[in-house]
């Protein structure tokens, strides 16, 4: 039977710190999106997408939930998220 896996089996970037970042992150764009929809103008679909999986993303290891399998791990672990949220904060404060 496997062992459950805990945060403190995790260092670096499932340390605290980095999960509070990502959480924050999260929060706070989907905060500006929930109350300035009109600045997602200038996305395109595909981009969007890529940040709202950041998003999600960035939810799911600020919680603290660790994947078992590889590649949600790849998926929805603190790098991916962190590129795709900052993907997406450049392009918005870009235009």
């Known amino acids: 039977m496997r062992e459950a896996l805990t945060n403190n089996q995790h260092s670096g970037a499932y340390a605290f710190m980095p999960r509070m970042f990502s959480l924050l992150l999260a ?55 962190w590129c795709l949220m900052i993907l997406g904060l450049w392009i918005l404060l870009k235009n």
């Open 27 to 81: 929060m706070g764009m989907s905060g500006f999106i929930f109350t300035y929809p009109k600045a997602l103008i200038h996305f395109s679909h595909g981009i969007l997408s890529l940040m709202m999986l950041g998003i999600c993303a960035g939810f799911v290891h600020g919680v603290g939930f660790i994947q078992r399998n590889k590649l949600w791990r790849v998926l929805f672990g603190p790098w991916m998220s």
